[in-house]
């Protein structure tokens, strides 16, 4: 059984609160687009982790957690021993494994995640830089940013979101430039594609 397991180890984590129930709260939410073959759950101290069948449910989990800008995300692909136990916790296979390599190398990495798929795996390359790019839009995104994509994000046009915030269209087509809004569809949907080659 080919699966994602995401391990997600809070940065800084003795200076700031713990952000750990926040986030499972927050990815226990219907509006994923797929359940996780088994929840986030607390594995230790600062840390988290779930396991996932779909590509597109993956995105939004790194989506969240890079938004929150306090997580080190490995992301392992492989195998693990089925069936799979009901506690996250508790599961064992190459993905697994992989996964507690990507969180420890993402410690050390630019944007603070790293994919582990298997060896010389050129795929996760790819998905990985795809990541970090995404990453680097987002990291430069400011709080006007985000405000223009919650409310685009709500299904608004831009001559809506212009009249909730008081602003003209064109202001609002500068912010969303700004924001990388165009750049950060594009490369969720590369993130997503790539991320689908790496499982059955």
């Given amino acids: 059984m080919r699966v994602s397991v995401l391990t997600l180890d809070q940065n800084s984590s003795r200076s700031r609160a713990d952000a750990v129930p926040v986030l499972i ?6 509006a994923l687009p797929a359940a996780p073959l088994r929840p986030f759950q607390r594995t230790a101290g600062d840390e988290m982790q779930g396991v996932l069948d779909d590509p597109a449910t993956g995105v939004e989990v790194v989506g969240r957690a890079l938004r929150a800008g306090e997580w080190n995300i490995g992301i392992g692909i492989g195998e693990v021993e089925s069936p799979l136990p009901d506690e996250t916790r508790a599961g064992r296979g190459d993905a697994f494994v992989r996964a507690r390599s990507a969180v420890e190398r993402a410690k050390s990495d630019l944007h603070r995640l790293c994919v582990v798929a298997g060896p010389d795996d050129r795929t996760a390359e790819q998905l990985e830089t795809a990541l970090g790019l995404w990453a680097g839009i987002l990291e430069r995104r400011t709080d006007r940013g985000w405000e223009v994509h ?12 212009a009249e909730r915030l008081g602003i003209t269209q064109s202001a609002v087509s500068q912010r969303a430039r700004a924001a990388g809004i165009i750049d950060e569809r594009r490369a ?13």
């Avoid at 709260?25 to 219907?30: E, G, K, Q, R, T």
């Avoid at 969720?188 to 059955?200: E, K, Q």
Wanted: hydrophobic share 45%; no cysteine.
């Fill in 150 to 161: 919650d409310l685009l994000a709500e299904g608004l046009s831009y001559a809506e979101v």
């Fill in 25 to 30: 709260d927050a990815l226990d939410s219907p």
């Fill in 188 to 200: 969720r949907r590369l993130v997503s594609d790539l991320w689908g080659r790496l499982l059955p």
